[in-house]
T-cell receptor
Framework: SQQGEEDPQALSIQEGENATMNCSYK?????LQWYRQNSGRGLVHLIL?????REKHSGRLRVTLDTSKKSSSLLITASRAADTASYFC????????????FGTGTQLKVEL | DTGVSQDPRHKITKRGQNVTFRCDPI?????LYWYRQTLGQGPEFLTY????????KSRLLSNRFSAERPKGSFSTLEIQRTEQGDSAMYLC????????????FGQGTRLTVV
């Protein structure tokens, strides 16, 4: 079953704009991870944020985590056409053996 | 090659046939996971291994699905008597198995049952 819900389901922006995607989940977690998937391809790991962290940066990516609200956000700044992909959040549940439970994904389209 | 490798990348099979997929994890990773992804959905966990031990298989979709990791290195996922509903992307991932370590995915095997 899907643990998380991403919001929005689809997002279309212009190159250079920022893109924000949100993720909500239901159970306590060890960490939350964001992945990117280009059409028909495997998943590329973007960033991991631990349950005791509130914000993390990696290049143009900024991730926040609010465990009290069971939510996370992924911000991509200065987007590029190459950022066009589906983005998934995945939670590593407490006591879950490190297996991941994925959300439904946000389809991001960055137009020139 | 330092990534997770899956073979084949694509498989077309007739309904009722058996198929087997292979996954080679990152060499120092002791945990290996199998997921299934259908169109428009996020990956769904199937099973995982710690070295050669299969720690959870309750999420395997039916008794037609089985997985092995005989020497704690590569793994195989077999689907017997395939059905059209088995058509999906089958993804393998590996991790070091410690808390708060990333899982790295392979490119997946796209199965089409006709």
């Amino acid at each position: 079953s899907q643990q998380g819900e991403e919001d929005p389901q689809a997002l279309s922006i212009q190159e250079g704009e920022n893109a924000t995607m949100n993720c909500s989940y239901k159970t306590s977690i060890n960490n939350l991870q964001w992945y990117r998937q280009n059409s028909g391809r495997g998943l590329v790991h973007l960033i991991l944020i631990r349950s005791n962290e509130r914000e993390k940066h990696s290049g143009r990516l900024r991730v926040t985590l609010d465990t009290s609200k069971k939510s996370s956000s992924l911000l991509i700044t200065a987007s590029r056409a190459a950022d066009t992909a589906s983005y998934f959040c995945a939670t590593d549940r407490t006591g879950g053996g490190n297996k991941l439970t994925f959300g439904t994904g946000t389809q991001l389209k960055v137009e020139l | 090659d330092t990534g997770v490798s899956q073979d084949p990348r694509h498989k077309i099979t007739k309904r009722g046939q058996n198929v087997t997929f292979r996954c080679d994890p990152i060499s120092e990773h002791n945990r290996l996971y199998w997921y299934r992804q259908t169109l428009g959905q996020g990956p769904e966990f199937l099973t995982y291994f710690q070295n050669e031990a299969q720690l959870e298989k309750s999420r395997l979709l039916s008794n037609r699905f089985s997985a092995e990791r005989p020497k704690g290195s590569f793994s195989t996922l077999e689907i017997q008597r395939t059905e059209q509903g088995d058509s999906a992307m089958y993804l393998c991932a590996s991790s070091q198995g410690h808390m708060n370590t990333e899982a790295f995915f392979g490119q997946g095997t796209r199965l089409t049952v006709v």
